[in-house]
């Protein structure tokens, strides 16, 4: 077994993963409702000689640096730990393994505190590994290599005939642990690397052309960005190297910081190919299968099926003015900062700004004024930040992939540690009267002073975009707000069970704040609260309905789940016990 891409299973190597899955699934079979019985040694070596290669190991990335690994002494690998250890916070490691998750409580039970960590704030901390047993966790003990459609086809009826769970993995860049499940069989999509451009993109069955870059489920934003900005266009999408563009985070919405003027992911999906939990190939656009199409423009990844490929509508090359705003936080001077961005959202927004704000500056962009515009837009903010000593630069850069270059990779949040976010929209309403004003910023105050923690703001929302009503299912919130607001909670490798509960109800709690003063708004489902109440409402609004029968009709037997997705089976299906 590798602890990065594992070779062909052998048929040692998959007795050996036989004994553990029938652990796991032994476990689930005695647990009630959702019993499943595991599929026999002789339906997963049929299941591997079918894939030809295709079918492989996994064990916790970490799983080098421990003695013994799933209860069995097989000691320390020195070099491959070495590896892990200088990798082990960055998303370049991370994105193109199997195993690791970007934030790696994922890769635990949580639960039960089944784990193979290293410390992110120090890996060659030994304290680690020492005596440790290196445990499975969330981590799928299997996994297929997804290649083509014959692929997912031959994994959706493997699951149909021996009731084996299924998870769906691109990246792994994933907030809420969807990604995975234990003892799961996982279809891995991360190597649909494909690309084409096409001036005269026409979807299948239709007459119109659009100008577009077709990409496969795997592609990273890093590439995207690259391969559009060779061809003279500018694609709109997410604010990290490693998120796969036609995954989890075009399905779920999509944001950039670039759509206030451009729109949300799904305002830009042109066409998906995908299989659907039935075992068709499917291309899905307005002309063709239209009901899935708008499923899948807000629904969520893991849901509807497994997709291959999206297309994707671009821009030409375009100039950006940028603000980069920064200075030393204080309790006094963020209040006052809070204050100003809050004064001054509504009119940003209408200028077409849009970037990643906090109490101690911003680096926001905006494609729509001119260097001298973009200057007078910001300069309260500019004072403000010299008046603290601070920075400021407003300057313009040729393209999309000049600023991602120069800005984004060094800003990018965290990886490697745990991290939950508690996430909420936040509506035009509270920006545009000095009552709702107030109401905001006393909830704002209320949070520094009582927890000591300063909200992150992404100013993404397509308040400038002139969508079609209806024409995508998520919440209807996205439209009527200004910013997707965001606390987070963070914990130390070896905390215990009591002491990352607390942070989810911290952060619960917190997020809490932001609903009670914005009843009728939602949440961005990517990146919400992970025990989000009445989250059917919060993600989709009235689309949930219709959205559920969608689901039933092309998953009729279930066999896609995720945590708070459409059609979620609930806390009661075994897959999820191992979340808190």
């Known amino acids: ?34 019993a499943r019985s595991p599929p026999t040694q002789e339906q997963w070596m049929a299941l591997a000689d079918e894939l030809d290669g295709r079918l492989h190991t996994a064990l916790p990335v970490s799983s080098p640096c421990f003695e013994i690994v799933n209860g069995v002494h097989v000691g320390r690998n020195e070099t491959e730990c070495a590896i892990v250890q200088q990798g082990y916070t960055s998303p370049l ?81 994933d907030y809420k642990g969807r990604s995975g499940a234990p003892g799961s069989l996982s279809l891995w999509t991360r190597n649909l690397n494909e690309m084409s451009y096409s001036a005269n993109f026409v979807p299948e069955g239709g007459n119109e052309s659009f100008s577009a870059i077709t990409l496969g489920a795997g592609v990273p934003f890093e590439d995207v960005y690259a391969f559009a900005d060779a061809n003279n266009v500018t694609i709109i999408g997410g604010y990290h190297q490693t998120i796969a563009a036609s995954g989890g985070w075009v399905m779920g919405g999509g944001h950039s910081v670039l759509s206030p003027v451009y729109g949300l992911g799904v305002d830009r999906v042109l066409q998906f190919r995908i299989v659907t939990p039935d075992g068709q190939l499917r291309v899905a656009n307005k002309i063709q299968n239209p009901d899935l199409f708008w499923a899948l423009r807000g629904g969520g990844g893991g849901t509807f099926g497994v997709v291959l490929e999206s297309t994707m509508l671009v821009e030409p090359q375009m100039k950006l003015q940028i603000a980069s705003v920064n200075f030393t936080q204080t309790p006094e001077n963020a ?44 300069q309260p903010a500019v004072d403000f930040a010299l008046s603290q000593n601070g920075t400021a630069v407003v300057e313009e850069l040729p393209s999309w992939q000049a600023f991602f270059s120069k800005y984004v990779v060094f800003v990018e949040s965290a990886i490697g540690a745990p991290v939950i976010l508690g996430t909420r929209l936040i509506p035009v309403d509270l920006f545009s009267t000095e009552a709702g004003k107030a109401k905001f910023l006393g909830v704002l105050d209320n ?20 969508h079609t009503e ?25 905390s215990s069970v009591e002491e990352i509960r607390a942070q989810y109800e911290l952060n619960s709690n917190m997020t809490q704040m932001l609903r009670d003063i914005s009843p ?61």
């Open 1 to 34: 077994m590798s602890v990065s891409f594992s070779p062909p299973v052998s048929f040692a190597a998959l007795v050996f993963l036989f004994a553990l899955s029938s652990v796991t699934f032994a476990a689930e079979a005695s647990s009630g409702t959702n």
């Open 93 to 173: 490691f991370r994105s193109p393994r199997f195993s690791p998750r970007m934030f790696p409580h994922w890769e635990t039970c949580q639960k039960t505190a089944a784990k193979c960590l290293l410390d992110s704030s120090q890996p060659n901390n030994s304290v680690a590994w020492e005596g440790v047993d290196c445990e499975q966790g969330s981590v799928s003990p299997y996994y297929i290599d997804v290649q083509s459609a014959i692929d997912v086809q031959i994994a959706f009826r493997f699951a149909r005939e021996t009731g084996a769970v299924l998870s769906v993995k691109a990246s792994g860049h």
């Open 335 to 378: 209040q006052q900062f809070l204050k100003l961005i809050v004064d001054q959202t509504l009119k940003w927004s209408n200028e077409g700004w849009g970037g990643h704000m906090r109490a101690s500056g911003f680096i926001n962009v905006n494609p729509l004024l001119t260097l001298e515009q973009a200057k007078e837009s910001v």
């Open 447 to 466: 949070v520094i002073a009582q927890f000591n923690i300063t909200p992150g703001v992404v100013y993404a929302t397509p308040f400038l975009f002139n």
């Open 470 to 494: 209806g024409s995508t299912s998520v919440t209807s919130a996205w439209r009527n707000s200004l910013w997707h607001m965001s606390y987070h909670g963070q914990w130390a490798y070896n």
């Open 520 to 580: 009728d708004s939602g949440a961005y489902l990517n990146e919400a609260d992970v025990h989000e109440p009445n989250h059917e409402e919060s993600f989709w609004g009235d689309n949930y309905p219709a959205l559920l029968d969608i689901k039933r009709r092309y998953d009729p037997d279930g066999l896609l789940d995720c945590w708070q997705c459409v059609g979620w089976k609930g806390l009661e299906d075994e897959r999820y016990k191992c979340y808190l």
